[in-house]
T-cell receptor, first 115, second 116 residues
Framework: ETGVTQTPRHLVMGMTNKKSLKCEQHLGHNAMYWYKQSAKKPLELMFVYSLEERVENNSVPSRFSPECPNSSHLFLHLHTLQPEDSALYLC??????????????FGPGTRLTVL | AQKVTQAQTEISVVEKEDVTLDCVYETRDTTYYLFWYKQPPSGELVFLIRRNSFDEQNEISGRYSWNFQKSTSSFNFTITASQVVDSAVYFCALSAGGNQGGKLIFGQGTELSVKP
């Protein structure tokens, strides 16, 4: 299943670097999501875009900056991260908008390590 | 408050054994959806099932079956005749409902190890 792709799959960065994570969905969906998965913690919803408009920002620090240029692409721009930001970052998409309960389909994730 | 609890952190079984993964949820909504996802070592969450609160029929898909009981707020997942390829972390999730239906509340996950 290659409905949702993410690049890069692995990323190591220093605290002063700037990098971006990319997500692309090939399913024609209207909503896209960023999740953070830290060790021993449940998945945490970070951002939601519905019809290219940000509809949810779950108290995420400003060092994480999302961008959704169109309904198929979602970026997460990273700058001046902390070691505790090391985690698996998962992208997902769903058919409907954020108000619906459509199934979310996930990408393979980007394993981020902040040194 | 909405919450999903997967009390079993890790389960280890031998191939061909049956195994049940527990999921208990809390919500005040009368309309809600429950999900199960599988996360193999590769990292991707693979969708397994979606069930709405008005459909309490049990579901079977091959070796997988799900038991939804509103009376106990549980949505348990059973794998029959487990295989090594079933080794993964399994997540139960609840949709937030209302105008945030797309928000999923995940449990902590259960790591299943199936040994040959």
């Amino acid at each position: 299943e290659t409905g949702v792709t993410q690049t890069p799959r692995h990323l190591v960065m220093g605290m002063t670097n700037k990098k971006s994570l990319k997500c692309e969905q090939h399913l024609g969906h209207n909503a896209m999501y960023w999740y953070k998965q830290s060790a021993k913690k449940p998945l945490e919803l970070m951002f939601v875009y519905s019809l290219e408009e940000r509809v949810e920002n779950n108290s995420v620090p400003s060092r994480f900056s999302p961008e959704c240029p169109n309904s198929s692409h979602l970026f997460l721009h990273l700058h001046t991260l902390q070691p505790e930001d090391s985690a698996l970052y998962l992208c997902a998409s769903s058919q409907g908008t954020f108000t619906s309960t459509d199934t979310q389909y996930f990408g393979p994730g980007t394993r981020l390590t902040v040194l | 408050a909405q919450k999903v609890t997967q009390a079993q952190t890790e389960i280890s079984v031998v191939e061909k054994e049956d195994v049940t993964l527990d999921c208990v949820y809390e919500t005040r909504d009368t309309t809600y959806y429950l999900f199960w996802y599988k996360q193999p070592p590769s990292g991707e969450l693979v969708f397994l099932i979606r069930r709405n609160s008005f459909d309490e029929q049990n579901e079977i898909s091959g070796r997988y079956s799900w038991n939804f009981q509103k009376s106990t707020s549980s949505f348990n997942f059973t794998i029959t005749a487990s295989q090594v390829v079933d080794s993964a972390v399994y997540f139960c999730a609840l949709s937030a409902g209302g105008n945030q239906g797309g928000k999923l509340i995940f449990g902590q996950g259960t790591e299943l190890s199936v040994k040959p």
